[in-house]
């Protein structure tokens, strides 16, 4: 199918800045949309931003601060993160959706892919 490679989580101080980086690859037809989530521990995972070839969408925590793009030639998606706070400590994790090519019968398919996640943390 479809696998996700994130990457350049880490440690940093508040009001750092930190740009996270996704790549898809497999048998890619098309990605109508890339996006960010993280998980906080002991809590639910929540949406941070998200991105189609026309608009963008960011949660309210972090509006102003965080800058998505994407390199629709590359499929990959990068998120800049700045003026970083201690309550951003979460993994972080990237999502494609879109279609993709079946081996066997060369289909289309719906697919919906996570990467594995990456650990942004924000010491004050």
């Known amino acids: 199918q479809v696998q996700l490679v994130e990457s350049g989580g880490g440690l940093v101080q508040a009001g750092g800045s930190l740009r996270l980086s996704c790549a898809a690859s497999?048998?890619?037809?098309?990605?109508?949309?890339m996006g960010w989530y993280r998980q906080a521990p002991g809590k639910q995972r929540e949406l941070v931003a998200t991105?189609?070839?026309?608009?963008?969408y960011y949660a309210d925590s972090v509006k102003g601060r965080f800058t998505i793009s994407r390199d629709n030639a590359k499929n990959t998606v990068h998120l800049l993160m700045n003026s970083l706070k201690p309550e951003d400590t979460a993994v972080y994790y990237c999502?494609?959706?879109?279609?993709?090519?079946?081996?066997?019968?060369?289909?289309?398919?719906?697919?919906?892919?996570w990467g594995q996640g990456t650990q942004v943390s924000v010491s004050s």
């Open positions: 991105i189609t070839k026309e608009n963008t």
């Open positions: 497999g048998s890619i037809f098309s990605i109508n949309v």
């Open positions: 999502n494609a959706v879109g279609l993709y090519i079946t081996t066997m019968s060369k289909r289309l398919e719906d697919f919906s892919s």
